[in-house]
């Protein structure tokens, strides 16, 4: 991993005896510490973290801030609040490391669509982006008549759900090219595994993924999805999916964009020494 590497898709989970999960929460994970992802990272040698607050917490944004303020330097996050949230508390956020919020259709408890133009106009004046995380693709169809006309920047996680199987030709996919043209809108390749109709390494994946990377490699993140909640599939090796990034970037500068500079643009981290 190039200095400065960015993981840009983790989560933080408990500890249950400090920070409780959400009555409404789809789902209960095992507590998956600060600690957990900094020794991951260690042994993976990636420096720097986005914690995307997860979906069991709901929108008691905690257990993410409390990590945020273990490691400012290192660590940006993205919280999972509602629209009309009081300013200072927003600005709270803001100053502890809070970058964007999350809107979802996959869990229960946060935030979901309903919410979208209300945050962006609300945290647009901090620099914050939106994240959306569809359940299945043709959502981005329906919603992207929206983001044309927000100002905020966006991020469409896990690439917008969009599988091998519907791929290239599909109208996910011209819709999520099209976004791409707005200049806000940036692609996450995070946990593709989800989406691959074939073992490891997901080749089926390469067409849609060396598209992106060809026609926007300046609006591009990875992350791994550690640690995997919700997993339908075997439980990915994190080493694994690391060693996929030549697979997907060979090049060395279009891997310098996605896991350094593109983060760093983003999240506001401080250049690499």
Same mark, same amino acid.
């Given at each position: 991993?190039?200095?400065?590497?960015?993981?840009?898709?983790?989560?933080?989970?408990?500890?249950?005896?400090?920070?409780?999960?959400?009555?409404?929460?789809?789902?209960?994970?095992?507590?998956?510490?600060?600690?957990?992802?900094?020794?991951?990272?260690?042994?993976?040698?990636?420096?720097?973290?986005?914690?995307?607050?997860?979906?069991?917490?709901?929108?008691?944004?905690?257990?993410?801030?409390?990590?945020?303020?273990?490691?400012?330097?290192?660590?940006?996050?993205?919280?999972? *609040?509602?629209?009309?949230?009081?300013?200072?508390?927003?600005?709270?956020?803001?100053?502890?490391?809070?970058?964007?919020?999350?809107?979802?259709?996959?869990?229960?408890?946060?935030?979901?669509?309903?919410?979208?133009?209300?945050?962006?106009?609300?945290?647009?004046?901090?620099?914050?982006?939106?994240?959306?995380?569809?359940?299945?693709?043709?959502?981005?169809?329906?919603?992207?008549?929206?983001?044309?006309?927000?100002?905020?920047?966006?991020?469409?996680?896990?690439?917008?759900? *969009?599988?091998?199987?519907?791929?290239?030709?599909?109208?996910?996919?011209?819709?999520?090219?099209?976004?791409?043209?707005?200049?806000?809108?940036?692609?996450?390749?995070?946990?593709?595994?989800?989406?691959?109709?074939?073992?490891?390494?997901?080749?089926? &994946?390469?067409?849609?993924?060396?598209?992106?990377?060809?026609?926007?490699?300046?609006? *591009?993140?990875?992350?791994?999805?550690?640690?995997?909640?919700?997993?339908?599939?075997? &439980?990915?090796?994190?080493?694994?999916?690391?060693?996929?990034?030549?697979?997907?970037?060979?090049?060395?500068?279009?891997?310098?964009?996605?896991?350094?500079?593109?983060?760093?643009?983003?999240?506001?981290?401080?250049?690499?020494?």
């Amino acid at each position: 991993m190039p200095p400065g590497a960015c993981d840009t898709h983790v989560h933080v989970f408990g500890p249950q005896t400090e920070f409780s999960f959400s009555e409404l929460r789809s789902y209960t994970p095992e507590d998956c510490t600060y600690e957990d992802l900094m020794q991951l990272h260690a042994a993976l040698g990636i420096d720097r973290a986005i914690i995307v607050h997860g979906g069991a917490h709901g929108t008691d944004n905690r257990a993410t801030l409390a990590a945020l303020d273990r490691n400012p330097r290192k660590l940006r996050g993205v919280a999972v *609040i509602p629209s009309g949230l009081p300013r200072p508390e927003l600005e709270d956020m803001n100053r502890r490391g809070m970058r964007g919020c999350r809107m979802s259709t996959v869990v229960s408890g946060g935030a979901s669509f309903a919410h979208l133009r209300g945050l962006a106009e609300e945290t647009f004046d901090l620099g914050w982006h939106l994240v959306l995380h569809f359940d299945a693709a043709t959502e981005l169809v329906d919603v992207a008549p929206q983001l044309l006309q927000i100002r905020s920047p966006f991020v469409l996680d896990h690439m917008a759900r *969009i599988s091998a199987a519907e791929g290239v030709d599909s109208e996910p996919f011209r819709t999520l090219l099209r976004l791409l043209d707005t200049d806000r809108c940036w692609i996450k390749l995070a946990s593709l595994y989800r989406l691959s109709s074939e073992p490891y390494p997901h080749r089926d &994946m390469l067409p849609m993924i060396r598209k992106v990377v060809e026609l926007r490699p300046d609006r *591009i993140l990875w992350g791994s999805d550690w640690p995997h909640p919700i997993c339908p599939v075997p &439980m990915p090796n994190d080493g694994d999916l690391v060693d996929l990034i030549p697979l997907w970037r060979p090049d060395s500068r279009t891997q310098q964009l996605a896991l350094v500079d593109n983060p760093a643009l983003l999240y506001g981290f401080e250049p690499v020494p």
